[in-house]
């Protein structure tokens, strides 16, 4: 009986150890050992240093401490500048966020849910390179269908949006505010710290709400890829 009792405990115990082993050699081991690479990696770098985020972004480091290191993504009439927020990556879902409307109601972008959506980040209306991006979104937008919307975004006040898709004649595009909370530039990654502006840029995310397309446009004064967004989301409304 004793002897049974053992095999008994034995048959119980040996796969629980077998399997912890396997876990050990091929997840814990290896996990533990990139962290190690990863931490030896960040404890190499130096202001100055040019880099490659996960995102597929490239800057240069601004600043490096225990905690944090800060990277320059985005340029603003060659003067370099800040991103702040969660950095959009393709594969990934599409936070859910809210902004304000022309009537400054607040809209959340769930109301979009099930289409697919390019999303147009601009800084402000007020400048010629915005204008443009606008008209060519709308442009765009009457060539896509009804399975995929353009929504435009910006800190610019409602009543200035308003005004700007008036004298534009934009009528194709959805254009909302992100001005009281940034919720989109901070979920996204596009706001710039030091002018609480949105970058410029484009992000594509299908009728599940997965992102499939990113573009953080390196200098501000340079339009988006259009082709690229355009037809990312062609392929995505077929």
């Keep these: 009986d004793a002897a049974g009792g053992l095999n008994g405990f034995l048959v119980q115990v040996v796969p629980i150890i077998l399997i912890f082993v396997v876990f050990w050699f091929f997840l814990i081991r290896p996990q533990q050992k990139r962290q190690k690479e990863h931490q030896k990696m960040c404890e190499a770098l130096t202001k100055g240093d040019e880099v490659v985020t996960v ?3 490239a800057g240069r480091i601004a600043d490096v401490s225990e905690q944090y290191i800060v990277i320059e993504i985005s340029n603003v009439d060659g003067k370099p500048v800040t991103l702040v927020g ?3 990556k393709v594969g990934e879902t599409a936070p859910v966020f809210t902004v304000t ?6 809209v959340s972008s769930d109301v979009f849910h099930g289409k697919v959506r390019i999303y147009s980040v601009f800084p402000s209306v007020d400048t010629p390179v915005c204008s443009l ?9 009457s ?4 399975d995929v919307v353009v929504v435009s975004l910006s800190v610019d006040l409602p009543f200035a949006q308003k005004r700007f898709c008036a004298a534009e004649g934009i009528d194709r595009v959805h254009v909302f505010s992100d001005y009281r909370e940034l919720d989109f ?10 002018l609480r502006l949105l970058a410029r840029g484009v992000v594509v995310v299908d009728r599940d709400d997965v992102v499939r397309y ?3 446009v390196p200098e501000v004064t340079h339009e988006p890829d259009y ?12």
Excluded: T, W
């Design 214 to 216: 990113v573009e953080y």
């Design 55 to 57: 995102g597929g972004m």
């Design 143 to 146: 060539k896509l269908g009804d």
């Design 133 to 141: 991006q606008n008209i060519r979104f709308n442009r765009e937008a």
């Design 185 to 194: 530039g901070m979920k996204y990654g596009f706001v710039i710290d030091s």
């Design 101 to 106: 409307d022309a009537g400054l109601q607040p």
């Design 86 to 88: 969660n950095r959009c």
């Design 227 to 238: 082709e690229k967004a355009l037809a990312v989301a062609r392929e995505l409304a077929k």
